[in-house]
């Protein structure tokens, strides 16, 4: 049972990125996802949530700007990401709400 998140990198603001979490070990399409963001010395926050119906829920930090969706034939639940700001530097992880199953984390810097 693991979430494998990859697709982070090095952007210019305004630049965009699409950031990927691929499921093994459980069934996928009966789980609501979410993407959390960690910020250096700040709390792992909640960036976007996708039900198993999906439904989609976003942090005002991000709405407009990033959506996230799902693949349950490819077990993927991918968050695109557009006009990054520096502020969205952090690590983000790809999370099962149920059952608190966290990937390892990518890193997005945003930075000229």
């Known amino acids: 049972v693991q979430l494998q998140a990859f697709g982070g990198g090095l952007v210019q603001p305004g630049g965009s990125l699409r950031l990927s979490c691929a499921a093994s070990?459980?069934?996928?399409?009966?789980?609501?996802m979410s993407w959390y963001r960690q910020a250096p010395g700040q709390a792992r926050d909640a960036v976007a949530t996708?039900?198993?119906?999906?439904?989609?829920a976003y942090a005002n930090s991000v709405k407009g700007r990033f959506t996230i969706s799902r693949d349950n034939a490819k077990n993927t639940v991918s968050l695109q990401m557009i006009d990054l700001k520096p502020e969205d530097t952090g690590v983000y992880y790809c999370?099962?709400?149920?059952?608190?199953?966290w990937g390892q984390g990518t890193q997005v810097t945003v930075s000229s």
């Open positions: 999370y099962r709400l149920s059952g608190a199953l």
């Open positions: 070990g459980f069934a996928f399409s009966s789980y609501a």
């Open positions: 996708i039900t198993t119906s999906g439904d989609t």
